[in-house]
């Protein structure tokens, strides 16, 4: 009789601890599958697959493009460079290397532009009032730069040398 008693008790017991148990996993799936929904979610979206019209992806209109140069200097009169460089960056352009050319006989400065956008060798080369028959185009990538400026022996037609 006491064995009976033990089993109704157990028998009781049983069906609440398995409500419990099916409740505590019914929970757990619902909040593990919000969580993978949101994990797809962001993947897809990092990825590009999903194209969420975020504010943050949009740039202002009003901002300047950002024109990378560097400056070799072809006449070989010394500090000619940083005077270019001078007169770029208070243009807003940003030089980012100075140096020599391969030579020092170059007559006339001359553009390249690495990237292939002669608009923006155009606007370099009016806000120096430079001939725009002396832009050159040899697309480069590698050079992680918009254009090289070599400085010929006319300089002193587009700028001064610092300190003169």
Same mark, same amino acid.
Do not use: W
């Given at each position: 009789m006491k064995d009976k008693e033990v089993q109704k008790e157990n028998f009781s017991i049983n069906?609440?601890?398995e409500k419990n148990t099916n409740l505590f996993f019914i929970i757990a799936s619902v909040i593990l599958s919000l969580f993978a929904v949101?994990?797809? =979610?962001?993947?897809? $979206?990092k990825t590009g697959i999903i194209n969420s019209n975020d504010d943050k992806n949009t740039k202002p209109q009003n901002v300047q493009q950002l024109i990378q140069v560097e400056v070799l200097n072809g006449c070989g009169v010394a500090g000619i460079g940083?005077?270019?460089t001078d007169v770029l960056r208070s243009k807003g352009i940003d030089v980012?290397?100075?140096?020599? =050319?391969?030579?020092? $006989?170059?007559?006339?400065?001359?553009i390249i532009d690495r990237l292939?956008?002669?608009?923006?060798?155009?606007?370099?080369a009016d806000s120096l009032n430079l001939d725009k028959r002396f832009i050159?185009?040899?697309k480069n990538k590698s050079y992680f730069l918009d254009l090289t400026?070599?400085?010929?022996?006319?300089?002193?037609?587009y700028f001064q040398k610092s300190g003169s």
């Amino acid at each position: 009789m006491k064995d009976k008693e033990v089993q109704k008790e157990n028998f009781s017991i049983n069906p609440n601890s398995e409500k419990n148990t099916n409740l505590f996993f019914i929970i757990a799936s619902v909040i593990l599958s919000l969580f993978a929904v949101f994990l797809l =979610y962001s993947i897809l $979206d990092k990825t590009g697959i999903i194209n969420s019209n975020d504010d943050k992806n949009t740039k202002p209109q009003n901002v300047q493009q950002l024109i990378q140069v560097e400056v070799l200097n072809g006449c070989g009169v010394a500090g000619i460079g940083d005077g270019l460089t001078d007169v770029l960056r208070s243009k807003g352009i940003d030089v980012v290397k100075t140096g020599n =050319y391969r030579s020092f $006989d170059i007559d006339n400065t001359f553009i390249i532009d690495r990237l292939g956008k002669i608009e923006t060798a155009n606007r370099v080369a009016d806000s120096l009032n430079l001939d725009k028959r002396f832009i050159i185009t040899e697309k480069n990538k590698s050079y992680f730069l918009d254009l090289t400026i070599v400085i010929g022996k006319d300089y002193k037609n587009y700028f001064q040398k610092s300190g003169s």
